[in-house]
Nanobody, 116 residues
Framework: QVQFVESGGGLVQAGGPLRPSCVAP????????FAWYRQAPGKQRELVAR???????NYLDSVKGRFTISRDNGRNTVYLQMNNLKPEDTAVYYC??????????WGQGTQVTVSS
């Protein structure tokens, strides 16, 4: 089980940026997929963005053009640059890691609150 270190959430006004990050210590597999999910109160958890080991990315339609996922393989770290944040982006954001031969790993979550 990976013990993620998540940081970078917080409170921001609408239109502002945040950049959560997630470190996955001890992960040696290079063939893996990192992702960010989010869950708002009363709603199901949804995939926000994912990035493969080769750098391929996918995004939730509502964040395209505003959010960018990136990774630093040398530091086992994934980032989510969030620009032009909207109140509807308010949620707990979870880091996720998928590796061949392992069960998926989840971070503890970081709260993102966007005020109008």
């Amino acid at each position: 089980q990976v013990q993620f270190v998540e940081s970078g959430g917080g409170l921001v006004q609408a239109g502002g940026p945040l950049r959560p990050s997630c470190v996955a210590p001890g992960v040696t597999s290079t063939f893996n997929v990192f992702a960010w999910y989010r869950q708002a109160p009363g709603k199901q958890r949804e995939l926000v963005a994912r990035i493969s080991s080769s750098g391929g990315t996918n995004y939730l339609d509502s964040v395209k053009g505003r959010f960018t996922i990136s990774r630093d393989n040398g530091r086992n770290t994934v980032y989510l640059q969030m620009n032009n944040l909207k109140p509807e982006d308010t949620a707990v954001y979870y880091c996720y890691l998928s590796r061949p031969g392992w069960s998926p790993d989840w971070g503890q979550g970081t709260q993102v609150t966007v005020s109008s």
